[in-house]
């Protein structure tokens, strides 16, 4: 256990080097005419149990982003039949209206997983199990590498719905950042950063 402390506590010193610049919101008016598009094209792409991976506005988007080195700070499974999504964030597992996702995004992913486009079943009961998490709380030490049984950070959330269909031969990472999750994955949009 001290072992994996002193390996964590390494790894979050030293990913002060990999630097992402903090993300701030452009003009109000552009940016509901680009939700507006973004919202129409995750409602006709989107399937239940997608994943949506993005880059948020705030200060702890930074940082997720600075410690695993990549563009991407948060996920989201999208419940597509309620026009919601249900995440992992310091409240818990919860659920959001689509819309309220997307708006404090400042880049959003639709990720396909690749166990949903193999198994007919294995989205509905992916998004089934996403439900049932609702109200768990959330794995603050988990994204370095001390997952706590019953409790979930963002991309935790999103790779355990599925743990029932991943294959033997599918290496997934225990943790697994964000920005990784489209290597389990088609994707099928990517907003851009705007």
């Known amino acids: 256990m001290k072992r994996k402390l002193y390996i964590c ?6 990913s002060g080097c990999a630097v992402h610049p903090q993300v701030h919101r452009n003009d109000a008016d552009s940016v509901v005419g680009r939700d507006t598009q973004i919202l129409t094209t995750l409602r006709e792409l989107g399937h239940n149990g ?12 930074d940082m997720v982003a ?5 563009p991407f700070s948060h ?8 026009d919601q999504v249900i995440e992992a964030e310091s409240v818990g597992v919860h659920v959001t ?20 486009q193999a198994e007919v079943a294995a989205a509905a009961i992916a998004i089934a199990k996403a439900r ?5 709380p959330y794995d603050f030490l988990g994204l370095v590498g001390l997952s706590i049984p019953n409790q979930y950070y963002c991309s935790e959330l999103a790779v355990e719905i599925y743990r029932p269909f991943i294959r033997p031969d599918d290496v997934v990472p225990r943790p697994v950042a964000p920005g990784q999750l489209h290597y389990w994955g088609r994707i099928l949009f990517d907003s851009g950063a705007r």
Do not use: C, E, Y
């Not at 506590?9 to 030293?14: R, Y």
């Not at 049932?132 to 768990?136: A, K, T």
């Open 9 to 14: 506590l390494s790894f979050i010193f030293l």
């Open 50 to 61: 997608d994943w949506l991976v993005a880059r948020g506005f705030h200060v702890t988007d």
């Open 66 to 70: 600075t410690l695993t080195n990549m």
């Open 75 to 82: 996920a989201a499974v999208l419940d597509r039949d309620s």
């Open 97 to 116: 209206p689509l819309a309220a996702f997307v708006s404090k995004s400042q880049r959003v992913m639709l990720v396909r997983p690749i166990w949903a």
């Open 132 to 136: 049932s998490l609702v109200g768990r």
